[in-house]
């Protein structure tokens, strides 16, 4: 029982620099979301963007962030969902009706994200009444 304690302690002093420079040669990208304006740029980003990768991640990552709170939410007793997704929207499919939606009504660039999230929502996804 030693030896294989002393060998995993050994295999992860030799691996230990691998992970140090791996998560070292990640350069951090600071997105500063004032507003909804600034979302939907991230979200519209391009493929030749230099920072597209982590513009869409960032993009979906507050979408589905913003969904699961809702979700959350739900949870609670007397809370009535405000918008219910069909079981066949996917992730993309809804960030990209959210940004089409967005540049359709510029007067909402300055307003915050989670109000014009949820007009989106309510107007693109109501729950139908039972």
Known sequence: MKLIR?????GL??????????????????FEIRN????VQLCSAQPTDSNYVAA???CHGFGVGFSRYHDALKEGKGFKPIFCFPETATRTQVLN?????????PEYDKETVGDVMTKFLVENYPCKKK
């Open 97 to 105: 009706e959210y940004v089409m939606y967005s540049k359709a009504h």
């Open 6 to 10: 002393s060998i995993c302690s050994y």
């Open 56 to 58: 869409i991640h960032f």
């Open 13 to 30: 002093l030799i691996a230990a620099p691998i992970f140090v420079n791996t998560a070292s040669a990640v350069e951090p990208i600071i």
């Open 36 to 39: 909804n304006g600034d979302l």
